[in-house]
């Protein structure tokens, strides 16, 4: 049977969350990202973006195309307790749902029996009514093209990609829109008069290879729009697990437990609504001279809540001696069991 995937991305996520906490912003250009000398911006919204602010871009610039916009440092904790309220949502669509970041996630309708234009409407009536947000969705029968379809419109898109309109309709896009085209690959192609998808689909498939290595296959199908990626659930992941870039550089353990308890609240949710419990935690950080340091634990019994969660990630922290600034906390929970095998064990 013919898969039906969407990919769901909500607008301008953290500056909608500004906004939504203070309406006065409300049709302004809102730009939230480092504030600092050597800040870039995370994102803003579509007011500012018509003046040529983007994210990543060093705030400095922002400042000098849009004078007049409001400067926001950002609120990492604010972000994922929405974050949770949106995937809540999404989980009582469907459970065959792959986070992939914050915003952004792929959900597998196919054993659903509304139309997908029917569930997608209704997952932008239930995000607007209870949260005031907007999303973006992208319907199509695999993932490439449901990706696409979501940013066809943003913000508060609906697209649908069937298989009729294809390849035609992928034909004028730009080479960046192929999700695995990197920069550099763009550049290499633009430099022998590629520009877009129809100049890339009349290449031959060894060209592929010789430019892409071994994703030349993957690319020269996706322009045909084929791609078989499945939409992995956590359970398959056999990992749960959130990590953020600090707000700042921080040593401070006390801050350094926020994190650990908004990620908690999200680890629980995935597990309750996957009836999953975990017994390893692992925590992850990155020093402000990116160095990884991970720590695990194996827990004495399979836990799920997020108190526990917390509490065990904490425990892990207390034990660390940190030498320098921490600029990327996450954690994880793996070992996972369905709960009703631990039910069985117990016996
Ligand atoms: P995106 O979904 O890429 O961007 P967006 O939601 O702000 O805007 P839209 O989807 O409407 O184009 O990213 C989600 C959030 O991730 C974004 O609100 C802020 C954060 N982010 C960064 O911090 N740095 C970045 O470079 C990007 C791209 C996003
Ligand atoms: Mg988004």
């Given at each position: 049977?013919?898969?039906?995937?969407?990919?769901?991305?909500?607008?301008?996520?953290f500056?909608?969350?500004?906004?939504?906490?203070?309406?006065?912003?409300?049709?302004?250009?809102?730009?939230?990202?480092?504030?600092?000398?050597?800040?870039?911006?995370?994102?803003?919204?579509?007011?500012?973006?018509?003046?040529?602010?983007?994210?990543?871009?060093?705030?400095?610039?922002?400042?000098?195309?849009?004078?007049?916009?409001?400067?926001?440092?950002?609120?990492?904790?604010?972000?994922?307790?929405?974050?949770?309220?949106?995937?809540?949502?999404?989980?009582?669509?469907?459970?065959?749902?792959?986070?992939?970041?914050?915003?952004?996630?792929?959900?597998?309708?196919?054993?659903?029996?509304?139309?997908?234009?029917?569930?997608?409407?209704?997952?932008k009536?239930?995000?607007?009514?209870?949260?005031?947000?907007?999303?973006?969705?992208?319907?199509?029968?695999?993932?490439?093209?449901?990706?696409?379809?979501?940013?066809?419109?943003?913000?508060?898109?609906?697209?649908?990609?069937?298989?009729?309109?294809?390849?035609?309709?992928?034909?004028?896009?730009?080479?960046?829109?192929?999700?695995?085209?990197?920069?550099?690959?763009?550049?290499?192609?633009?430099?022998?008069?590629?520009?877009?998808?129809?100049q890339?689909?009349?290449l031959?498939?060894?060209?592929?290879?010789?430019?892409f290595?071994?994703?030349?296959?993957?690319?020269?199908?996706?322009?045909?729009?084929?791609?078989?990626?499945?939409?992995v659930?956590?359970?398959?992941?056999?990992?749960?697990?959130?990590?953020?870039?600090?707000?700042?550089?921080?040593?401070?353990?006390?801050?350094?437990?926020?994190?650990?308890?908004?990620?908690?609240?999200?680890?629980?949710?995935?597990?309750?609504?996957?009836n999953?419990?975990?017994?390893?935690?692992?925590?992850?950080?990155?020093?402000?001279?990116?160095?990884?340091?991970?720590?695990?634990?194996?827990?004495?019994?399979?836990?799920?809540?997020?108190?526990?969660?917390?509490?065990?990630?904490?425990?892990?922290?207390?034990?660390l001696?940190?030498?320098?600034?921490?600029?990327?906390?996450?954690?994880?929970?793996?070992?996972?069991?369905?709960?009703?095998?631990?039910?069985?064990?117990?016996?």
């Amino acid at each position: 049977m013919e898969r039906v995937i969407l990919h769901v991305d909500m607008d301008a996520f953290f500056a909608a969350v500004e906004v939504m906490d203070n309406p006065t912003l409300k049709g302004k250009p809102v730009i939230v990202g480092g504030t600092s000398e050597r800040g870039v911006v995370a994102t803003c919204s579509y007011e500012a973006r018509k003046f040529g602010v983007r994210s990543a871009m060093p705030t400095y610039i922002a400042k000098e195309k849009c004078p007049h916009g409001i400067f926001i440092h950002p609120k990492h904790y604010r972000y994922e307790e929405v974050s949770n309220e949106v995937f809540k949502i999404l989980y009582s669509i469907t459970k065959k749902i792959e986070p992939v970041s914050i915003d952004e996630a792929y959900l597998d309708i196919t054993d659903l029996k509304e139309s997908p234009e029917i569930i997608a409407s209704k997952i932008k009536y239930k995000v607007k009514k209870s949260l005031g947000l907007t999303i973006s969705i992208g319907i199509s029968y695999n993932k490439f093209l449901a990706k696409l379809a979501s940013d066809w419109n943003k913000p508060n898109g609906l697209k649908i990609i069937s298989r009729d309109m294809v390849p035609k309709i992928l034909f004028p896009l730009t080479l960046s829109k192929v999700h695995g085209l990197g920069q550099k690959s763009v550049k290499k192609l633009n430099n022998i008069g590629i520009f877009n998808v129809e100049q890339l689909y009349n290449l031959p498939k060894e060209l592929f290879y010789e430019y892409f290595g071994k994703f030349g296959g993957e690319i020269y199908d996706r322009i045909r729009g084929e791609d078989n990626r499945q939409v992995v659930t956590f359970r398959e992941r056999k990992s749960v697990g959130r990590e953020t870039t600090l707000k700042r550089n921080t040593q401070d353990k006390e801050e350094l437990k926020l994190y650990i308890k908004a990620f908690s609240s999200h680890i629980e949710e995935y597990l309750l609504d996957n009836n999953l419990s975990g017994k390893t935690l692992t925590l992850k950080l990155k020093t402000a001279s990116f160095e990884n340091h991970t720590k695990s634990k194996t827990l004495s019994k399979y836990i799920s809540l997020k108190d526990e969660i917390y509490e065990e990630g904490c425990k892990i922290i207390e034990e660390l001696e940190l030498k320098e600034d921490i600029r990327l906390i996450g954690i994880s929970i793996t070992s996972l069991i369905t709960n009703e095998i631990q039910q069985l064990t117990l016996f």
